[in-house]
């Protein structure tokens, strides 16, 4: 018996899970196991240590945290223009933020296993029809119909070879040229430029060209412009599967989940004595929680008790998620009181999670104008308290969808059916991203 099966306390709750048919110890769920179990590490546990340090740059004001991706990956949106798109709009949002406000930006995708939600109803009903709820492409299908939304255990495997594909490109992307600061001007062809905001870009990325130009000729021209370090992230949700990737680093002799290099336990699953803060508890890599406008400074300070005993530099990152409406009374506290107990956590605002709401149409969308009042609030509230703003948590895809109103196109209530075609919530599109981050950078070089 190695140290793993031992790692994870048993018996705990381990809410919003799904009901694997044959349950968690039938033959599929095993047979999945033992498969993620054969399969190599997805990410490595010295990227996951060099990520920590980043982090730790961030909570201290001296770097910023840019995360962002799909709400729910799909097994279908896992193809070259999309992931590269994604990718695009990333590096654009980062050299847009590096560039106002001179700090490093850490770039952090939804991306490579963001394939699991949890949710609100564990049922869907239309008309006079009810089946399990989309759980994610890691659970189920999208599809409304019984086989479609049967939980099935092989899709884990997927998951795991999805992220595997993912991945490798991505690292292609940022590591074989493409991400070079002098293709500034590239990652923006193939957008839509009918926008200001498009043209602004345009006018950021020729300034950064010269000043590239510039140093070139002055004999300064350093590796670090070539690639960039870009990480990978989702929500630590089905157990059974970030167990499985869980692996013991031969350096250290410490377990990390190999399945990313960066997990946040969501709003709904962060129970002091369930089953994920136990895990995450356990693995040593970065951990990120959500928290929502009902959370207290004891629940924060319990969690960074268990998440962080040690306060390990760049462990933990509390990702709030208050609504516009509340988060200028909701954070000052939290921030407050665990700024008080001495623990150095790095903030980080995800302005989209409590601004959702259904539209007339029926469709789950945000208003821009929400998200931006939140992440504005976000930085007054730090401001006021001398605390480090330390990133910014967004669901955004590259490509030109309708799912968020408003934003410099002005997308409406009726313009949403267009292009909707987000699994889960809804996205801002690329130019909404990139607004977005010109609304940010301002902030930030204000700060
Ligand atoms: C999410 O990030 O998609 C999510 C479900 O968030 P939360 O846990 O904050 O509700
Ligand atoms: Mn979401």
């Excluded at 049967?150 to 040229?177: C, H, I």
């Excluded at 934003?407 to 292009?419: K, P, V």
Aim: charged fraction near 25%; include cysteine.
């Amino acid at each position: 018996m190695n140290s793993l099966d031992t790692l994870f306390t048993p018996g705990l709750v381990a809410a919003q899970q799904p009901q694997w048919p044959g349950g968690v110890d039938g033959a599929p769920v095993k047979s999945a196991v033992a498969q993620l179990k054969s399969f190599p590490p997805l990410v490595f546990a010295g990227e996951c240590d060099d990520l920590k340090a980043k982090i730790a740059e961030a909570a201290a004001g001296r770097a910023f945290w840019l995360q962002g991706g799909d709400c729910a990956e799909t097994f279908a949106a896992a193809t070259a223009d999309s992931i590269r798109n994604r990718i695009k709009t990333i590096l654009q949002m980062a050299a847009v933020l590096q560039y106002y406000s001179s700090l490093p930006v850490v770039k952090v995708g939804r991306m490579a296993g963001q394939f699991a939600k949890p949710r609100s109803n564990d049922f869907e009903t239309r008309g006079d029809v009810t089946l399990p709820a989309y759980r994610g492409d890691a659970v189920n299908d999208l599809e409304f119909n019984e086989a479609s939304r049967t939980p099935d255990p092989d899709r884990m495997v997927r998951v795991y070879n999805t992220s595997a594909a993912t991945l490798n490109l991505v690292r292609a992307f940022t590591q074989g040229g493409f991400a070079d600061l002098r293709q500034v001007h590239e990652w923006n062809k193939g957008f839509i430029r009918d926008s200001s905001v498009g043209d602004r870009y345009e006018q950021m990325a020729r300034e950064i060209g010269r000043a590239l130009d510039f140093m070139k000729s002055a004999g300064v021209d350093p590796d670090s412009f070539k690639s960039v370090d870009f990480y990978s992230s989702h929500e630590a949700l089905i157990m059974e599967y970030e167990k499985a990737l869980t692996r013991i680093d031969s350096r250290t002799q410490l377990p990390y989940d190999v399945s990313a290099h960066f997990l946040w336990i969501g709003e709904r699953t962060r129970q002091l004595d369930g089953a994920h803060i136990d895990f995450a508890a356990k693995v040593r890599n970065p951990i990120g929680v959500k928290l929502g406008p009902k959370s207290t400074v004891d629940d924060a300070l319990a969690l960074i008790d268990r998440l962080d005993p040690n306060r390990e530099p760049g462990r933990l990152t509390f990702i709030t998620r208050m609504g516009a409406g509340k988060i200028r009374e909701a954070l000052p506290a939290l921030v407050d009181g665990v700024t008080k107990s001495g623990a150095q956590v790095l903030w980080v605002c995800d302005p989209m999670h409590g601004n959702t709401f259904e539209a007339a149409t029926g469709y789950k969308t945000r208003r821009f104008d929400d998200v931006m009042d939140e992440v504005k609030g976000f930085f007054e509230v730090h401001k006021s308290l001398g605390t480090h703003p330390g990133g910014i948590h967004i669901e955004l895809t590259g490509d030109d969808v309708t799912e968020c109103l408003g934003g410099g196109e002005q997308i409406s209530e009726t313009d949403l059916a267009t292009r909707y075609e987000s699994a889960c919530d809804p996205r801002l599109n690329h130019s909404q991203s990139l607004e977005l981050a010109f609304l940010v950078a301002e902030m930030l070089r204000d700060r």
